[in-house]
């Protein structure tokens, strides 16, 4: 069975920092791309950041570039978003999301398996 499982979201003040990790079992994780999206309320799921299954290509949504960071750690099953300098906007239900191989298909909301989301709230 796989499970995507995040982690690491809380309440922070506007400029803090943040670190979300979302681990996977059940699949091999090194064939995989990773997405983090955000779903605010009331608002559309919207992709903050992917990397490809090896690590070696990144995307960022343009309103985190700079300040949000995606890795992994394949020994681990792991994928982290550091996130710093946040802003009350970016207060939301933060999920990842799987696919075999295609980082494309990560980015478009299509990969196959969902984590159950970890809350971010940012405070003014």
């Known amino acids: 069975q796989v499970q995507l499982v995040e982690s690491g979201g809380g309440l922070v003040q506007a400029g803090g920092s943040l670190r979300l990790s979302c681990a996977a079992s059940?699949?091999?994780?090194?064939?995989?791309?990773v997405g983090w999206f955000r779903q605010a309320p009331g608002k559309d799921r919207e992709l903050v950041a992917a990397i490809s299954w090896s690590g070696d290509t990144t995307h960022y949504a343009d309103s985190v570039k700079g300040r949000f960071t995606i890795s992994r750690d394949n020994a681990k099953s792991t994928v982290y978003l550091q996130m710093s300098s946040l802003k009350p906007e970016e207060s939301a239900v933060y999920y990842c999301?799987?696919?075999?191989?295609?980082?494309?298909?990560?980015?478009?909301?299509?990969?196959?398996?969902w984590g159950q989301g970890t809350q971010v709230t940012v405070s003014s």
């Open positions: 999301n799987a696919a075999p191989v295609s980082m494309a298909t990560v980015m478009r909301m299509e990969g196959p398996y």
């Open positions: 059940g699949l091999t994780f090194n064939n995989y791309a």
